[in-house]
């Protein structure tokens, strides 16, 4: 199960002993600050002491100008009443003899409570000990919201063996048990407010990702960011396209992404085909990512050329990726979506699907999306949409004007799904923000039509492979855990397109000018060094997957796929 993997995996992560040290140190210390008042009258009570034993009141008694251990060590003795000096005579001297056992008791006294005081404080509000774990990171990335997205992009951080500070505001916040067992140090408060992201590290970070659920929000934590350090690469989480397209000329390309349109793909493609596990949506279109178990008898078997001439498609960059394929291998492709569906239904024939419609259940941010690229798809396959009551009349209205049929009500109801056609449907998306409600529409309809093809979102890895087993159900998604790799490379890389995880891998796709010692490289050449050219455009000229044999040419723009390092 992948997120159980990978939750053992980050687990094992450790603290650095130095790190523990230091944090302790400046704990410490901050311990020490708070106490300042009591701590400074003791030490000005005790200096008083010790000059005017040192210059005054010894020198005529030995003889000599006495050590400042000897005037400390008398001093001291002073303090807890246990010294056998004889009382000075002049005035000055004797209110000081009187004094510093006083008023030295009472302010050493007041230190300690204050100090115990703040050491309980210490253990009881561990926020304290999260600021001074923040203090020792360098070159770390800082995440803002720990919501499902901000927790998804500090796993993938990690998993590419970056440190990470992450920033929330909710105590109550689901997440921060697992990431204090993680040893990720949570800063608490607004990252709004600049003493926050100070706080977290921001002048030594190398980057900042804001991923709460308000647009304007994950703006103005950007803002604030910039103010302190113009030069930081930030990434916001923002759903409204048209605030996309203004950030990005503001932040630079690619510092903005919404989660819904970088999962929507997936998902709309999941209605069309079972075997996409993730779908990129590139300038020529949608590529898809499957996983294919070769089968023993399966004609895949043997050279990788063969395998790519044949079906049109790529095998993902590896270690093994020019090597031949053999029985029992999983491989990873990509390629356009019916040239996937091709290389899996060579390897292992599979029942052919209901030719209907297609429903998608769920307005929201996602299912949006989603219907927006099933309804450009061409030609349009016949389309339902069911939304709950609740729903904006504007977003049925304008469905409506396309042509599509718009349900409101409760799509866990047979008498609704009958209504928008469920006995002739092909396939079915639940696409709700709540998993218990897509987990019971997808009973709902198997109850019904055991043939409908199902595509789930949820949120849990775990609850995803669970469906899998209990009744059958292979697409089903997640929204944060499709977005969040591309918010982290772009965080991480420049001209960032996209990105997703093979296991504890993130490759990113990476669209570039070629000027650099790559031109006059062939394609095959490129893939041997871990670069796989998805698009090449020279000129007017577009090229999708180019071949092994192109050469490529000073100024061409090429989307690549690589491994983040």
């Known amino acids: 199960m992948a997120q159980d993997v990978r939750l053992t995996r980050l687990r094992r992560r450790r603290f650095a002993l130095w790190r523990l040290i230091v944090a302790n140190l400046l704990d410490d210390l901050r311990v020490l600050r708070e106490a300042w008042f009591p701590l400074t009258a ?5 200096t008083s002491g010790v000059l005017y034993l040192r210059w005054f009141y010894l020198p005529p008694v030995c003889g000599c100008s006495p050590d400042l251990e000897v005037a400390l060590f008398e001093t001291l003795k002073l303090l807890i009443f246990q010294t056998d000096l004889d009382l000075p005579t002049d005035p000055a001297g004797r209110v000081l003899f009187f004094l510093i056992p006083l008023l030295g008791l009472f302010f050493l006294l007041q230190s300690a409570v204050d100090i115990g005081r703040l050491l309980v404080d210490k253990r009881a509000r561990p926020e304290r000990w999260q600021e001074a774990l923040a203090a020792t990171y360098r070159r770390h990335m800082i995440v803002c919201g720990l919501g499902r997205v901000g927790y998804r992009a500090v796993l993938q951080l990690l998993d590419c063996r970056r ?6 505001p909710d105590p109550g916040c689901e997440f921060l048990p697992i990431l204090y067992q993680l040893g990720v140090p949570v800063v608490r408060g607004d990252a709004r407010d600049p003493a926050v992201l100070v706080r977290a590290g921001l002048r030594r970070a190398q980057g900042l990702i804001a991923t709460i659920d308000d647009d304007l929000k994950n703006l103005e934590i950007a803002l604030a ?8 690469p930030t990434v916001q989480r923002i759903f409204s396209r048209a605030l996309d397209a203004r950030i990005e000329r503001s932040f630079g390309r690619n510092s903005a992404f919404s989660p819904a349109a970088l999962a929507a793909p997936t998902f709309a493609a999941a209605l ?3 075997n996409v596990r993730y779908v990129l949506d590139l300038t020529a279109g949608l590529l898809g990512i499957a996983f294919v178990n070769v089968s023993d008898d399966s004609p895949l078997i043997g050279p990788v050329a063969d395998l790519e001439t044949r079906f049109g498609v790529r ?6 990726a020019h090597l031949p394929i053999l029985p029992s291998e999983e491989i990873a492709l990509i390629g356009p979506l019916p040239a996937l569906e091709a290389v899996q239904w060579a390897n292992r024939p599979h029942p052919t699907r209901r030719n209907g419609g297609l429903i998608v259940c769920g307005l929201g941010k996602v299912g949006t999306q989603v219907v927006r690229l099933l309804s450009r798809r061409e030609p349009r396959p016949p389309l339902t949409v069911i939304c709950t009551v609740e729903t904006p009349l504007r977003y049925v209205e304008a469905l409506t004007a396309q042509g599509i049929r718009v349900l409101r009500g409760d799509a866990r109801d047979p008498v609704l799904l009958r209504e928008a056609g469920i006995e002739e449907a092909a396939a079915l998306a ?4 709540d998993d218990l409600l897509n987990l019971q529409i997808g009973l709902a309809v198997r ?13 849990s890895d775990v609850l995803a492979d669970r469906l899998v087993d209990l009744f059958g159900i292979h697409t089903a998604f997640s929204t944060s855990a499709l977005a969040a790799p591309s918010l982290v490379a772009a965080a991480l890389l420049p001209d960032v397109e996209a990105a997703f995880d093979v296991g504890d891998h993130l490759l990113v796709v990476r669209r570039q000018i070629m000027t650099d010692g790559r031109v006059g490289q062939t394609v095959a050449e490129l893939r041997t060094a871990g670069q796989l050219p998805l698009s090449l455009r020279r000129g007017e000229q577009y090229q999708w997957l180019p071949p092994d044999e192109t050469v490529i ?3 061409d723009e090429v989307e690549l796929l690589t491994f983040l390092t």
């Not at 960011?225 to 930081?232: D, F, G, N, V, Y």
């Not at 055991?450 to 595509?455: A, E, F, G, S, T």
């Open 163 to 168: 440190e990470v500070v992450a920033i929330e």
């Open 430 to 433: 639940a696409l709700y923000s």
């Open 42 to 46: 003791l030490a000005l009570v005790l």
């Open 315 to 320: 095998r993902l960059p590896g270690p093994n």
């Open 553 to 555: 040419e000073a100024n």
């Open 447 to 459: 109850s019904m039509y055991p043939d409908v093809h199902l595509v789930l979102r949820v949120f």
């Open 225 to 232: 960011a910039r103010r302190i350090r113009p030069e930081l």
């Open 272 to 274: 069309l085909s079972s």
